[in-house]
């Protein structure tokens, strides 16, 4: 079942697009969390998503708010996706799926991931979450909405 708005966010130990191992609890030290899992990078949609999460970076930075991106796809190819379309923020590697799990959003199939979208407040609580399969810019522009509130 997916993590909801008011509950606690597990912590979580992953490799961002550099193999550097970043950890939740360490992220929120920095700000609030906008948490965006996408099924896979390079492909269309998500290419999308992610661009538009870059595109409105300025408008993250204002409210405080990193823009955290995961998916099942190995380190290499989430450095390949980063690079080619000069996303500029974390895109954290989930393997094993064992993140997506913990938060609700895996499933079988293809599309190992749900897209899904968490805004995390500074003391780990998912303050909302934004879900859709078809609308790619809604998650970026809702977690805005609800860190503006």
């Known amino acids: 079942m997916a ?3 008011g ?3 597990p912590d979580f130990e992953l490799s961002d697009q550099h193999g550097t191992t970043v950890t939740l609890a360490g992220l929120l ?3 609030p969390v906008v948490l965006f899992f996408y099924p896979q990078a390079m492909t269309t949609g998500c290419t999308r998503e992610a661009c538009h999460f870059r595109d409105i970076a300025a408008e993250f930075d204002a409210v ?3 823009r955290i991106g995961i998916s099942a796809d190995p380190v290499d190819k989430q450095a390949e996706f980063d690079e080619k379309h000069g996303l500029g ?4 590697s989930d393997p094993d799926r064992a993140v997506a799990q913990a938060f609700g959003v895996s499933r ?3 599309l190992p991931t749900k897209r899904a979208t968490f805004v995390i407040g500074t003391d780990q609580t998912i303050v909302e979450v934004v879900t859709s399969e078809l609308n ?9 909405a609800a860190l503006g509130a």
Do not use: T
């Open 29 to 31: 030290a920095d700000g």
């Open 108 to 110: 079988r199939g293809p």
């Open 64 to 66: 405080g708010a990193q």
């Open 3 to 5: 993590l909801r708005a």
């Open 136 to 144: 790619m810019n809604v998650h970026a522009d809702k977690a805005l």
């Open 89 to 92: 923020y974390p895109l954290l």
């Open 7 to 9: 509950d606690r966010a």
